[in-house]
């Protein structure tokens, strides 16, 4: 079945880059998201690349797309405290189907 | 605020117990969700509503019984349950057919503990 696959943990420094990365096995998928959840709160959409693309740029956030190796990722330049959160990774195939999410990645910023 | 309200935050219910929890979104969409999530799994899809009508059930126990009375509203009925139960519940929207089909709008999520 579909799978979305996330490293659990990232630790970085305000101010530096943080990456998150994600893969996925449905070479069909038309859509990829991210989703930010912060600490008591539901899941909120950040951004989503449409298949045919391979960068989407969105002020500090970039997310690139290796279709081939399907391999999405998501840049936070000049990360801050207010960044941490669980960052998930999220497709849909062209079947119109259910969005499948990955387990979350839980992203710490320390000052 | 995302449009989505969830009651009650927090339930903690005896393994006999029946309780409901409650979803209304004020969006105007036409597609309402129940996902459970525990801690450092995926997301997991119990349930989808269209127009009022379940369009999705994913294995889930009888033991959840989703309703949905109208495309605003989605409850959720809790019948003994179990400890591995306990999880956060999130109720989520979207409008179907927008260009953004995963687009979806999530409630603060319900905490359930199951004692």
């Known amino acids: 079945g579909e799978d979305v696959e996330q490293s659990l943990f990232l630790s970085v420094r305000e101010g530096d880059s943080s990456v998150i990365n994600c893969t996925y096995t449905?070479?069909?998928?038309?859509?990829l998201y991210w989703y930010k959840q912060e600490p008591g709160a539901g899941l909120q959409l950040l951004t989503y690349i449409f298949s045919n693309m391979d960068m989407k740029q969105d002020q500090r956030l970039t997310v690139l797309l290796n279709k081939k190796d399907k391999h999405l990722s998501l840049r936070i330049a000049d990360t801050q405290t207010g960044d941490s959160a669980i960052y998930f990774c999220?497709?849909?195939?062209?079947?119109?189907?259910?969005?499948?999410f990955g387990q979350g990645t839980e992203l710490s910023v320390k000052p | 605020e995302t449009g989505v309200t969830q009651t009650p935050r927090h339930l903690v219910m005896g393994m006999t117990n029946k309780k409901s929890l409650k979803c209304e979104q004020h969006l105007g969409h036409n597609a309402m969700y129940w996902y459970k999530q525990s801690a450092k799994k995926p997301l997991e899809l119990m349930f989808v509503?269209?127009?009022?009508?379940?369009?999705e059930n994913n294995s889930v126990p009888s033991r959840f019984s989703p309703e949905c009375p109208n495309s605003s509203h989605l409850f959720l009925h809790l019948h003994t349950l179990q400890p591995e139960d306990s999880a956060l519940y999130l109720c989520?929207?979207?409008?179907?057919?927008?260009?953004?089909?995963?687009?979806?709008?999530f409630g603060e999520g319900s905490r359930l503990t199951v004692l």
């Open positions: 999220a497709e849909i195939g062209n079947q119109g189907g259910k969005l499948i």
């Open positions: 989520a929207s979207s409008q179907e057919g927008s260009s953004g089909a995963g687009e979806l709008f």
């Open positions: 509503y269209n127009f009022k009508e379940q369009t």
């Open positions: 449905d070479s069909s998928s038309t859509y």
